[in-house]
């Protein structure tokens, strides 16, 4: 099983990231996709999901209308669409994923992809 995250980078506030998340090995379909976050002296948080089937998702409050998660279950693709970036968004940002139904309890997690944002 593979997460491998990639889009991180330097960016100013303001600016726009895309990260994304390709996974491999397992059934994409059948697993609920989320993107965290790890901030230097921080416990890592969760910042959106999108389930399946269904592609709902869900934010946390500080990342509400800036970021934008997206699924494409044909690719095995998830996006992570980050605009209007403040300081406070810098972090290593960690694509997971969680099983449902019949793979319910399984949970994998990618190596993490940094997004540093200054001026």
């Known amino acids: 099983v593979q997460l491998v995250e990639s889009g991180g980078g330097l960016v100013q506030p303001g600016g726009s990231l895309r990260l994304s998340c390709a996974a491999s090995?397992?059934?994409?379909?059948?697993?609920?996709m989320s993107w965290y976050r790890q901030a230097p002296g921080k416990e890592r948080e969760l910042v959106a999901s999108?389930?399946?089937?269904?592609?709902?998702?869900a934010y946390t409050d500080s990342v509400k209308g800036r970021f934008t998660i997206s699924r494409d279950n044909a690719k095995n693709m998830v996006n992570l669409q980050m605009n209007n970036l403040n300081v406070e968004d810098t972090a290593v940002y960690y694509c997971?994923?969680?099983?449902?139904?019949?793979?319910?309890?399984?949970?994998?997690w990618g190596k993490g992809t940094l997004v540093t944002v200054s001026s």
């Open positions: 090995a397992f059934t994409f379909s059948s697993y609920i």
């Open positions: 997971n994923a969680k099983g449902v139904n019949l793979d319910y309890g399984m949970d994998y």
């Open positions: 999108i389930t399946t089937p269904g592609g709902r998702t």
